[in-house]
């Protein structure tokens, strides 16, 4: 069988697999004993997702509210699993479109840094053994992972999503409640921003041909289609747990998540890494599909 270069669906070996005892060893020798946390707990509070600002939750109870969180935070985990797993495809697949030996060299080195990346993140999920996703956000980077454009791998998910990865992990790292955790996020963020300018610098070098720059429109249209929505998932989250929720309710939730304020802060920061010298004229095209400008709460709640 042939796997996708994100091989989200990529099987794991059996438990008594010897892989594991030498992968183990190796990764050992790598970052030292990665330590297993297999507990369900909570690594986010109510005040990471805003949910302590929605009445609906604050309203909850005590058992309501411990479930919804805890499908939050497994959407949060279980996205950066499958990111990490993306990435060594991808920096696997950029070693072999290298054309330096030290871009070689370098992509090598960060595709193991996002094995260990997955090894650490691993530790943290209750099942660190998915082998499927329904994200839409991940089916996109599958798509956009196959195309050996070089314009369009190295512009969209390098400069863009490992920029947007860093600012992700950071916030992350910041708002983690528990020490292990919060230390296992703030250690990627040196390989992320390594992995993010060496991007920024081979995008310089790199010209966007006419057709490249008609596929990066299309995929970032639809990025960014996924972050003027809102809070999508945190509203599914309360829904799953309280029942389905009537459009003015939903208005309200998104209202009280302070999703227009949220989306466009997201906006922002993508519409700045998506600028540099020589793809202005494509943020000017976003700028003017309305790509950079949030959805109104009365839009998230219909979809
Ligand atoms: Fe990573
Ligand atoms: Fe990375």
Not at 109 to 129: G, R
Not at 244 to 265: D, M, N, P
Request: with cysteine; proline share 2%; net charge negative.
């Amino acid at each position: 069988m042939n796997y996708k270069v994100t091989g989200f669906d990529i099987p794991h070996v059996s438990k008594e697999d010897k892989l594991r005892r030498i992968l183990d060893s190796a990764l050992q020798r790598k970052v030292g004993k990665i330590k297993v946390y297999t507990t369900d707990s909570i690594y986010w509070s109510a005040e990471h997702f805003d949910l302590d600002k929605v009445d609906i939750f604050t309203a909850s109870t005590l058992e309501e509210q411990i479930q919804i969180l805890h499908l939050c935070n497994q959407t949060l985990l279980e996205e950066a699993y499958f990111i990490e797993k993306a990435g060594i495809g991808y920096m696997s697949k950029m070693v072999m479109l290298a054309e330096t030996t030290e871009e070689r060299m370098l992509y090598a080195l960060f595709s193991a840094d996002e094995v260990t990346h997955l090894a650490k993140i691993s530790s943290f999920l209750p099942n660190p053994e998915l082998v499927s996703t329904n994200n839409t956000f991940l089916h996109l980077l599958t798509d956009v992972a196959e195309t050996s454009d070089k314009a369009v791998l190295i512009f969209v998910l390098q400069v863009i999503l490992e920029g947007w990865g860093l600012t992700h992990y950071r916030n992350l790292a910041k708002n983690c409640i528990t020490t292990e955790l919060k230390a296992v996020l703030k250690s990627f963020l040196e390989d992320e921003s390594r992995h993010h300018a060496t991007g920024v610098r081979l995008c310089e070098q790199v010209s966007i041909e006419h057709q490249s720059r008609k596929i990066i429109i299309e995929i970032l249209a639809s990025f960014l289609q996924m972050v003027q929505v809102g809070p999508q998932g945190v509203v599914a989250a309360v829904e799953q747990i309280k029942g389905s929720l009537s459009r003015q309710q939903k208005i309200t939730v998104f209202q009280q998540l302070g999703a227009e304020y949220h989306s466009s802060s997201r906006l922002n920061l993508l519409r700045g890494l998506m600028t540099n010298p020589q793809t202005v004229s494509i943020v000017q095209e976003l700028d003017e599909q309305n790509a950079f400008t949030p959805f109104s709460v009365e839009q998230c709640a219909s979809l």
